[in-house]
């Protein structure tokens, strides 16, 4: 069973920065993290920052301050968050993928709260 775990998050002043870190684990298949969501409430899970093929995409409301990176195995992925604003304020999620098992796993989220 795949196990996707997200750490890092915290309460933040606005301007500051968070580091956020996941973790992908438990099958003998590869896992690929591809990709950093967040959600509030009332509202759907949105893309912050994701791989796709060779390339890496940024939401606009995030680019220049968001940076997301992985390990050659890809299993393990980070985003580093600076220039926070209470916008930013949301539960964050790493999504993964298992191509042999056709599976996509979410990890529990980390929550994420900037004040003013």
């Known amino acids: 069973q795949v196990q996707v775990v997200e750490s890092g998050g915290g309460l933040v002043q606005a301007g500051g920065s968070l580091t956020l870190s996941c973790t992908a684990s438990?099958?003998?298949?590869?896992?690929?993290?591809i990709g950093w969501y967040r959600q509030t409430p009332g509202r759907q899970r949105e893309l912050v920052a994701g791989?796709?093929?060779?390339?890496?995409n940024y939401a606009d409301f995030v680019k220049g301050r968001f940076t997301i990176s992985r390990d050659r195995a890809k299993t393990t992925m980070s985003l580093q968050m600076n220039s926070l604003s209470p916008e930013d304020t949301a539960v964050y999620y790493c999504?993964?993928?298992?191509?042999?098992?056709?599976?996509?796993?979410w990890g529990k989220g980390t929550p994420v709260t900037v004040s003013s």
């Open positions: 791989f796709t093929g060779g390339e890496i």
């Open positions: 999504l993964a993928n298992t191509p042999a098992l056709g599976m996509d796993s």
């Open positions: 438990g099958t003998i298949f590869t896992i690929n993290l």
